[in-house]
């Protein structure tokens, strides 16, 4: 078996005349097939920005995104693959570096974006490296290029059976015309597209061999551990450094300040050394005095308090289908309640190490990121220096789940490398990711619904209280934007609807977390469509089914957009309630519980089996799961985005909430802040509903139904309506 190749970032650059222009710098790794005979050339012909060919018939694949666990490294060359007519186990992959020219595109991650974005540039790449091969062999045996064909790395004359392979047209085809516009596959010629594939790097993750930011070693780096301000806004007044500086391999005690870059989410002392250990060591001596700030008196729960104040008041009216009020009037039946959402941390299993070295005349940057674009931009607004000057180089990370869209460890890391004179690897702890964050929003929302006397929802009003994410991260746009889309059900199925908005200032940093509106919107909205089904004595997949009506396209002008489509929800959710045996009666203690949403573009929906106990101890025994993403391109990738989906909502449903109390975050590590283990995690049975749609998110897709899921079977089995996550023993109790 051959050994999967890995170069360093500059072992070799190709130079090639492109569709786009302009050089590629490569770094050729992981093999398709990791047992495959694929012998490097590392001069490959580049038929355009996305592929290149060696005289071996290798087939190289640019990979301009980052990987973080959504497997992006493999299913984006799937797509290219199968529309070029390559053979799978001759593709490798080359990480493409950040690119100044936006010629791929944006090369950040979030959103559930990557696939959904790249699925026509990515196929018209494939199909142009086709037609250019086509061509080629063509040429060489003077027919028309319509008279051939390829399939599986050759090109294909059917008139006389000759046949060419991809690597012997590989120069001819790199000097073709580019063709406008070629001809995509039809689906039912997909051939990679649709089948399961183990990810790229599945053998060096489980050999231990993958690279990660931490990972990172340069020669005369130092390792640096920053104290920051205990409390939101604090300075540093004084600093005693000899305790720090006694520690031996410290080397330097160096300031962070705030002001250095907006993105710098709190002032700080680094202590620089010559490794790990020594700079934690040497953080754990440092004497800072800590000033007052306005921060000290921010809490999570006098900001709930406030909320329960506010939402008694009518919000800014952000969507008003027909008249509420009148069909509220009119209403036979009126139910309302209240639901609230705690602050949460994203705690990715890495926590995330980030490496700077600003010279008079350049900035290299390595680390875990999910918008290199803006960290580019960070080091040029730091530095002064033009955007050539700055190489971003982007590593694979263990995990962020929208924590870093926010790039505060890139800005502190080169704002300390300018400061140091010297590179450095911020290294963060377990500890400093959760109590220096970007936090998901609090929030309180009150539901309130009328139906008619046959039982048909006729009212809805949703209003809502938080601390709004844009209100922190960007003023220029409404605040409302990033805690609503009023696109989401039940708006367009409800003929009299309301929703409504009060933001509340908070100096808590907030940012987007996986699933961002959604997870805290679909909690509040399954959960009370739940309550509203039992009140009305209706089942609750049914109540659901009907205010979905006739299969329709509703316009939804939000991220996932540009229409919702009633008919994919519904199949979802049947699907889900299909499997898990919904509406047969069941002897043991278990219960189960629905909820289903459309979150960026696709349709997931979740049946929770449940068990409580006498003390208010929630067991999770199995989560069937279904989803529609549009056509899956690796349906192995798909299935791991909905396990990882529900293992990571079932940790912030059960177990997390980030507390602040006078303007400190009080979690601290895994044993105050737990996520689900292994022995916890339920039987997820998965459906993947057949689709002919293009694909859309699918990262993010899974996690908004598991809460509101999970809450309606503990109603189911006790009778108690659980309306605020976590549901510990504790919340039981107080909602029992």
Known sequence: MTTPRTFSRRSFLVASTSAAGG???????????????????????????????????????????????????????????????????????????????????WQGVGGSTTIWTLWDPLRQAGATAREMLKAAGALQWEVESSECRTEDRWVIHPATGRRLSYGALARAASEQPVPRDPPLKDASEFRIIGTSRDLMESRQLAEGSAEFATDVREAG???????????????????????????????????VHRGAHPMILADGVAVLADNTWSALKGRERLEVEWGESEGREETSEGLLERFRELIDRPGEVIREDGDFDAAFRDAALVHEADYEAPFLAHAPMDPGSFFADVREDRVVFRGPMQAPEDVAAIAAQITGLPPQAIDVQMHRQGGSFGRRLSSDGAAEAIALSKAAGRPVKVVWTREDDLRYGTFRPTSRHRLTAGLERGGQVIAWRHRQASTSRYGYQDSSRHPASSEFYPGDPPAGMVPNYRLEYTPVDSLIPRGPWRSVIHSQGAFAVESFTDEVAHAARQDPLELRLRLLGEDRELPYSDHGGPVLDTGRLRRVLEAAAERAGWGRSREDDRALGIAGRFTFGSYAAQVAEVSVDGAGRVTVHRIFAAIDAGIPVNPRGLEAQVEGGVAFGLSAALFNEIHVDAGRVRETNFHDHPILRFSQMPEVEIHIVDSPHAPKGAGETSVPPVAPAVANAIYSATGVRIRKPPFTPAAWRRYS
């Open 221 to 255: 780096m130092a390792f640096a551990a920053i104290a920051r301000a205990p409390t939101i806004g604090a300075r540093a007044v004084a600093v005693r450094e000899e305790g720090a500086m006694a520690v031996t391999d410290v080397e330097a005690v160096v300031p």
């Open 23 to 105: 050089l590629l710098l490569s770094i050729r790794v992981f093999p398709a097939d990791a047992g495959a005979k694929v012998a490097p050339s590392l001069a490959p012909h580049w038929l355009n920005l996305w592929v290149g060919i060696d005289p071996d018939g290798t087939v190289t694949i640019s990979v301009p995104k980052i990987e973080q666990g959504q497997g992006v490294r493999t299913s984006i060359p799937m797509i290219l693959a199968d529309e070029m007519d390559a053979r799978w186990d001759n593709v490798v992959v080359d990480l493409a570096p950040l690119r100044g020219d936006a010629a791929y595109g």
